[in-house]
């Protein structure tokens, strides 16, 4: 860009998103003049939050000179506005721009979230705390997990993006608390994520038995903070019980208690179906809910021997025999008739018909 081609960008509301700071300073570099719209209000105050200057459009006339361009800084080609705003269209250039994917960051996110918790923000936001936003974290992680089974890549874009939104609310509430700040997550997730591949950032390894685990690093990690006091220490409390499981069969093993073979598994499971089916015949209920349990925790030791995830294994079933049932019901709604009329058989050939058609 030439400092004799273009002198002035002239930018409307709709392209705020397309100002970014790395552009603004670039235009300056450039000794390109910026000017902002009356009406561009968030333009003005992003700007101005960036301790960056703007002219008010309403200077133009004034502060041009003979040789110098107009140039229209826009989404649109052919906005008819800016023939609006000049009398003429005498030396005006259109000059049209998406963002950059590498001009992006999280700091507009940010700004919004400090705007949104701010005094004059939104009530259901400004009322959040970390305890509170639990439940709609944990149903952002599933509709991106269903997001990445079932959708389109635009689906999945929009869950990540959900996802994203309770990592900035978290981390504004943490600010706003003295806790922490949005720099020290990203700089201890980069921190994190070298030190953990020390095989990828610090140079090859003369033998591949030098190479350290993820979980021999994280234990290290974990030993500089403070002392263990026990190998099962570090499991999230809040997780699901398939994932609980698997993570302390996957400690017990690093420490070699574990089975030599996936055959060992797989007896284990076969002895605990037998002491469960024992535990019905007593009718003790506890006996029988310990012993189910032991079933689960079996499986799970059994699908990790398989390098099968329990929990996603779990979920896909559950996924199926939803898309199942909705075909059960869309076959009797054809018959303008209610499930309850139909007998157990009736259903149970709709459900096999639904298995051949592949739902």
């Known amino acids: 860009m030439e400092s004799n081609s273009i002198q002035v960008i002239i930018v409307k509301t709709q392209i705020e998103k397309a100002i970014t700071i790395d552009l603004y300073r670039s235009l300056q570099r450039e000794e390109v003049k ?24 309403k200077q133009i006339n004034n502060s041009l000179l003979q040789d110098e361009k107009i140039v229209y800084f826009t989404q649109l080609e052919n906005d008819n506005n800016i023939f ?14 998406e963002p950059k994917e590498q001009e992006l960051s999280l700091l507009p996110l940010k700004k919004i979230m400090e705007c949104l918790r701010s005094s ?13 936003l639990k439940p709609y ?37 943490g600010e706003e608390q003295g806790e922490l700040t949005l720099n020290e997550v990203l ?49 999230p409390q ?37 002491e469960l089916y024992d535990a019905y015949l007593d009718g003790y209920w506890e006996n029988i809910e310990e012993e189910l349990g032991d079933v689960f925790f079996s499986l799970v030791n059994l699908a990790r ?13 559950v996924s199926k025999f939803i898309r199942r049932f909705i075909y059960i019901e869309q076959k009797i709604t054809e018959k303008n008739d209610k499930i309850e009329n139909f007998s157990l058989k009736e259903l149970d050939d709709y459900w096999e018909e639904a298995k051949k058609r592949g739902v």
């Open 137 to 173: 974290l944990l149903e952002e992680c599933y509709e991106v997990i269903d997001a990445i089974e079932n959708s389109t890549p635009e689906d999945l874009t929009e869950e990540l993006g959900d996802l994203l939104l309770q990592v900035i609310f978290h981390t504004q509430i």
């Open 34 to 57: 910026l000017y902002v719209s009356e009406e561009s209000l968030e333009i003005k105050q992003f700007l101005k939050n960036e301790s960056l200057n703007f002219e008010s459009i």
């Open 238 to 274: 809040g997780a699901s019980a398939l994932f609980k499981a698997e993570k302390v069969q996957k400690k017990a093993s690093e420490c070699g208690f574990d089975w030599e073979a996936s055959l060992g598994a797989y007896e284990k499971v076969k002895e605990e179906l037998q």
């Open 305 to 317: 021997f398989m390098n099968v995830s329990s929990e996603v294994a779990l979920e896909k079933t």
């Open 84 to 97: 609006k705003l000049m009398n003429s269209s005498d030396g005006v250039e259109i000059y049209t721009a």
């Open 120 to 132: 004059k923000g939104c009530q259901f936001d400004k009322k959040q705390t970390h305890n509170t």
């Open 187 to 235: 700089k201890n997730l980069e921190k994190k994520l070298i030190r953990r591949h020390p095989h990828v950032f610090t140079g090859p390894y003369s033998k591949k038995n030098d190479i350290p685990t993820w979980e021999e690093i994280k234990q290290k990690e974990k030993n500089n903070k403070d002392k263990q006091k026990s190998i099962m220490d570090g499991i």
